[in-house]
């Protein structure tokens, strides 16, 4: 093991390059307080043009590895370029975009480097003696784990829409080649299919009506539509109907999105602790069920007993009234 | 015939915990324990290629000696052998570790050609056992598979990424972590209940691995713990009645407007 001081400098890496932004926006947070140098690696086929975008959002460096072989991404090539551009100039954190291929890199790269990893991490500081501090839900929600890494770099993966992005005006960053042979990938994709992906990203959303099992058929979910509309806010799902019953490719919670809006209103979820991990931080929650024992009620502002086929339209009726008058 | 090793974990039942509400610590020595969700899917995949092609499920834990009761279930479900890997000086073992300790037990039990994990655990959800197996024992890996065929030394698998779903192949040996999508688990009958008692459990200890005791336990573990705390959720649980559901609805949407959430 080298001696902690020889480690400089904070990395970002993502293979999204929305995430990246943000990874820089705490990235550069975290250079600050420890006055060292941000960098960003930027991987990829033909992604030269993205230099000054990273370079605005906060990168003092930026190490490009732009080569064909990236065009497709495959794990082993992401991680062998980290792992020598990390040997070769040996940063002290390390900050990984948590989409499920950054997850997977992260792990090989820690594993090559004997290295923590923390993942999913929803809060960065650095504590007085200069360790990287991560917290992160563990427990299926039930618990906060607050960690560090004892061995350098300390790596950390940051799930998207956790941080903020910042835009810096008239930054001036160097931009270097990056010096770096390729593992060759030991897996082939045959085929992709996309899937369509929800209009509005439900992590932006300011208001989310969200259905649960206690909507009983697809079609049914008009209504909360309906409610979403007025409020100018999104539908949402536990994971059960996406899942079992296959309506919906996504879902809100532990597993899924969690997000952070001004209003959750949960309609027929049972509020298992595996959705609330994913609710826990919005402003205001209203959960409707008929069940007066739910454990959703345990976690809402506004405990509604009754059928949400019922009370969800009549809310949009109460709530269309009002808005008119106001 | 495939020789298939399923990575099973031990783990806090998480629906079970309880928070000590003075402290805000969760009581997780009392709680119980069970095999976590996606590592009964993948054994279940296990016994289903089993089923079909033939050959032997082995399943491989690192755990405590109580952890033989969760083998107990598995080898209802289908698996041929069952491996303990136990040793107090495992303890604390963080990601970095128990990969390792893994990676020995497996390298000890010679070849095979799959290995299975789940996406992630329940109760730490880190997901980074299964890559950081793979990259131990040098092997391809294939994450979050929805579903797979094996003939005979390929596998196609489809995974599911957020954007998109990918089918990929490889060759055996291939490591795969699999997601709650990709089958409905057995329930084991009485019968096979009843059978599996008389199947072995064998316990291999550090000195049986021949580890390398600065790598497993707290000492070969990376990452320290500060603290576990439940976050505190301060909601107010106002109760909204009324003599009827019109009445309800009106209400709620006027506390939603006073409270600026709505009405932008
Ligand atoms: C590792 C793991 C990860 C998971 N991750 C997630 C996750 O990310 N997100 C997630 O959502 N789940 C997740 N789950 C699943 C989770 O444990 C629950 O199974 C799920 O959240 C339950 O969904 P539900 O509340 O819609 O259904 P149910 O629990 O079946 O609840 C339905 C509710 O609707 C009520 N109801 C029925 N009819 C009506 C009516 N007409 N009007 C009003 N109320 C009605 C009932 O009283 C009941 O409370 C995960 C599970 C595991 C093991
Ligand atoms: N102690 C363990 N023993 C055996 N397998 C494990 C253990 N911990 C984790 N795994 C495997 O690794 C997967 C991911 O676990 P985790 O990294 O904890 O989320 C699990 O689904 C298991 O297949």
Redesign the pocket.
């Given at each position: 093991m080298k001696a902690l001081s020889e480690f400089r400098g904070v990395w970002v890496f993502s293979e999204n390059l929305d995430l990246m932004l943000e990874l820089l926006g705490k990235g550069s947070e975290l250079a600050d307080k420890l006055s060292v140098e941000l960098t960003a690696v930027l991987m990829g086929y033909n992604v030269k043009d993205q230099t000054s975008k990273l370079i605005e959002h906060g990168a003092d460096k930026i190490f490009i590895v732009d080569r064909p072989a990236l065009k497709n991404f495959y794990v082993e090539p992401y991680t062998s370029a980290l792992v020598q551009l990390v040997q070769q100039h040996k940063p002290e954190i390390l900050l990984i975009g948590s989409t499920r291929r950054g997850r997977e890199v992260a792990s090989r790269l820690a594993t090559r480097l004997e290295t923590g990893c923390v993942p999913d991490c929803t809060e960065l500081s650095i504590d007085d003696g200069g360790r990287l501090i991560m917290s992160r839900m563990v427990y299926?929600g039930n618990a906060i784990a607050t960690e560090v890494c004892r061995v350098k770099p300390q790596i950390a993966t940051v799930p998207p829409r956790v941080f903020e992005k910042l835009e810096f005006k008239e930054r001036k960053g160097e931009v270097v080649e990056a010096d770096v042979e390729l593992e060759e990938p030991r897996t082939e994709v045959v085929e992709t299919r996309e899937i369509e992906a929800a209009k509005v990203k439900v992590e932006e959303a300011k208001v989310i009506v969200s259905g649960?099992?206690?909507v009983e058929k697809k079609e049914d979910f008009e209504i909360l539509e309906e409610l979403a509309e007025i409020l100018g806010g999104q539908v949402g799902n536990?994971?059960?109907?996406a899942e079992d019953r296959k309506w919906f490719t996504e879902?809100?919670?532990?597993?899924?999105h969690k997000v952070r809006p001004s209003l959750y209103v949960a309609c027929?979820?049972?509020g298992?602790i595996?959705?609330v991990a994913?609710i826990r931080d919005s402003h205001v929650i209203v959960a409707?069920?008929?069940?007066a024992e739910?454990p959703i009620f345990e976690v809402a502002d506004y405990v509604v007993v009754g059928?949400?086929?019922e009370v969800v339209p009549a809310l949009s009726v109460a709530l269309r009234k009002l808005l008119k008058g106001g | 015939m495939p020789t298939i090793i399923v990575c099973l974990k031990q783990a806090v039942d998480v629906t079970e915990l309880k928070v000590d509400s003075a402290t805000q610590r969760l009581m997780t020595a009392d709680a119980p324990r069970k095999i976590s969700?996606f590592d009964k899917n993948a054994l279940e995949e296990a016994v289903k290629l089993k089923d079909k092609l033939g050959g032997e499920v082995i399943i491989v834990t690192v755990g405590p000696e109580d952890a033989k009761m969760v083998l107990r279930e598995a080898l209802a479900i289908g698996a041929d052998k069952a491996y303990l890997l136990s040793d107090p000086s495992f303890e604390r073992s963080d990601t970095l570790a128990i990969s390792y300790i893994l990676a020995e037990g497996i390298k000890k039990l010679g070849n095979f050609d799959l290995i299975f994990c789940g996406e992630a655990s329940?109760d730490s959800y880190s997901g980074q056992v299964g890559p950081r197996l793979a990259e131990r024992l040098g092997l391809p890996q294939i994450t979050y598979v929805r579903a797979l065929s094996l003939d005979e030394d390929t596998i196609v698998a489809e995974r599911s990424l957020e954007d998109c779903h990918e089918t990929v192949k490889a060759k055996t040996p291939v490591l795969l972590t699999v997601t709650k999508e990709i089958n409905e688990p057995r329930i084991p009958s009485l019968m096979a209940i009843m059978k599996a008692s008389k199947k072995e459990i064998t316990i291999w200890s550090a000195e049986d691995l021949t580890v390398v005791k600065a790598r497993v336990g707290e000492a070969g573990s990376a990452i320290q713990i500060l603290e576990v705390l439940a976050p505190k959720m301060e909601r107010k649980k106002i109760v909204v009645k009324a003599e009827t559901v019109g009445g309800v609805a009106e209400k709620l949407a006027k506390a939603l407007v006073k409270d600026g959430v709505v009405g932008r």
């Amino acid at each position: 093991m080298k001696a902690l001081s020889e480690f400089r400098g904070v990395w970002v890496f993502s293979e999204n390059l929305d995430l990246m932004l943000e990874l820089l926006g705490k990235g550069s947070e975290l250079a600050d307080k420890l006055s060292v140098e941000l960098t960003a690696v930027l991987m990829g086929y033909n992604v030269k043009d993205q230099t000054s975008k990273l370079i605005e959002h906060g990168a003092d460096k930026i190490f490009i590895v732009d080569r064909p072989a990236l065009k497709n991404f495959y794990v082993e090539p992401y991680t062998s370029a980290l792992v020598q551009l990390v040997q070769q100039h040996k940063p002290e954190i390390l900050l990984i975009g948590s989409t499920r291929r950054g997850r997977e890199v992260a792990s090989r790269l820690a594993t090559r480097l004997e290295t923590g990893c923390v993942p999913d991490c929803t809060e960065l500081s650095i504590d007085d003696g200069g360790r990287l501090i991560m917290s992160r839900m563990v427990y299926g929600g039930n618990a906060i784990a607050t960690e560090v890494c004892r061995v350098k770099p300390q790596i950390a993966t940051v799930p998207p829409r956790v941080f903020e992005k910042l835009e810096f005006k008239e930054r001036k960053g160097e931009v270097v080649e990056a010096d770096v042979e390729l593992e060759e990938p030991r897996t082939e994709v045959v085929e992709t299919r996309e899937i369509e992906a929800a209009k509005v990203k439900v992590e932006e959303a300011k208001v989310i009506v969200s259905g649960g099992r206690g909507v009983e058929k697809k079609e049914d979910f008009e209504i909360l539509e309906e409610l979403a509309e007025i409020l100018g806010g999104q539908v949402g799902n536990s994971r059960p109907l996406a899942e079992d019953r296959k309506w919906f490719t996504e879902w809100i919670g532990l597993s899924g999105h969690k997000v952070r809006p001004s209003l959750y209103v949960a309609c027929g979820i049972s509020g298992v602790i595996q959705h609330v991990a994913g609710i826990r931080d919005s402003h205001v929650i209203v959960a409707i069920n008929k069940d007066a024992e739910a454990p959703i009620f345990e976690v809402a502002d506004y405990v509604v007993v009754g059928d949400l086929y019922e009370v969800v339209p009549a809310l949009s009726v109460a709530l269309r009234k009002l808005l008119k008058g106001g | 015939m495939p020789t298939i090793i399923v990575c099973l974990k031990q783990a806090v039942d998480v629906t079970e915990l309880k928070v000590d509400s003075a402290t805000q610590r969760l009581m997780t020595a009392d709680a119980p324990r069970k095999i976590s969700d996606f590592d009964k899917n993948a054994l279940e995949e296990a016994v289903k290629l089993k089923d079909k092609l033939g050959g032997e499920v082995i399943i491989v834990t690192v755990g405590p000696e109580d952890a033989k009761m969760v083998l107990r279930e598995a080898l209802a479900i289908g698996a041929d052998k069952a491996y303990l890997l136990s040793d107090p000086s495992f303890e604390r073992s963080d990601t970095l570790a128990i990969s390792y300790i893994l990676a020995e037990g497996i390298k000890k039990l010679g070849n095979f050609d799959l290995i299975f994990c789940g996406e992630a655990s329940i109760d730490s959800y880190s997901g980074q056992v299964g890559p950081r197996l793979a990259e131990r024992l040098g092997l391809p890996q294939i994450t979050y598979v929805r579903a797979l065929s094996l003939d005979e030394d390929t596998i196609v698998a489809e995974r599911s990424l957020e954007d998109c779903h990918e089918t990929v192949k490889a060759k055996t040996p291939v490591l795969l972590t699999v997601t709650k999508e990709i089958n409905e688990p057995r329930i084991p009958s009485l019968m096979a209940i009843m059978k599996a008692s008389k199947k072995e459990i064998t316990i291999w200890s550090a000195e049986d691995l021949t580890v390398v005791k600065a790598r497993v336990g707290e000492a070969g573990s990376a990452i320290q713990i500060l603290e576990v705390l439940a976050p505190k959720m301060e909601r107010k649980k106002i109760v909204v009645k009324a003599e009827t559901v019109g009445g309800v609805a009106e209400k709620l949407a006027k506390a939603l407007v006073k409270d600026g959430v709505v009405g932008r």
